[in-house]
């Protein structure tokens, strides 16, 4: 069973930087593509970035574009989210999800097949 954990969470000003983590604590089965999720309460949860291993395409929705940067390390155990200049709009709890199949819109929550507990980023103004 794929285990998710992210980590990296923090409270922050306006402007300042966080880099998450998620970490598959299992591969079996491997993923082919993860993502990062976030959600404030009573909302719907909001596909920020994706990517897609085997094709090494990287997605970004437009509200961080040019500010998130998706990343991993050598071993591909742990994939980053790089968030530059954040807003307090960026206020959420962040989530990391994966998926074998990776068919669908990846904005899309119910497609991806495993998440992680989430970590929360706060952004003060």
């Known amino acids: 069973m794929l285990q998710l954990v992210e980590s990296g969470g923090d409270s922050v000003q306006a402007g300042g930087s966080l880099r998450l983590s998620c970490e598959a604590t299992?591969?079996?089965?491997?993923?082919?593509?993860m993502a990062w999720f976030r959600q404030t309460p009573g909302e719907e949860r909001e596909g920020v970035a994706s990517?897609?291993?085997?094709?090494?395409?990287?997605y970004y929705s437009d509200s961080v574009k040019g500010r998130f940067t998706f990343s991993q390390d050598n071993t591909q155990n742990a994939k980053y989210l790089q968030m530059n200049s954040l807003k307090p709009e960026d206020t959420a709890m962040y989530y990391c999800?994966?998926?074998?199949?990776?068919?669908?819109?990846?904005?899309?929550?119910?497609?991806?097949?495993?998440w992680g507990q989430g970590t929360q980023v706060t952004v003060s103004s």
């Open positions: 990517n897609y291993f085997r094709v090494g395409l990287t």
């Open positions: 999800a994966a998926s074998v199949a990776c068919r669908g819109d990846w904005r899309v929550a119910s497609i991806w097949d495993y």
């Open positions: 299992e591969y079996i089965p491997a993923p082919n593509c």
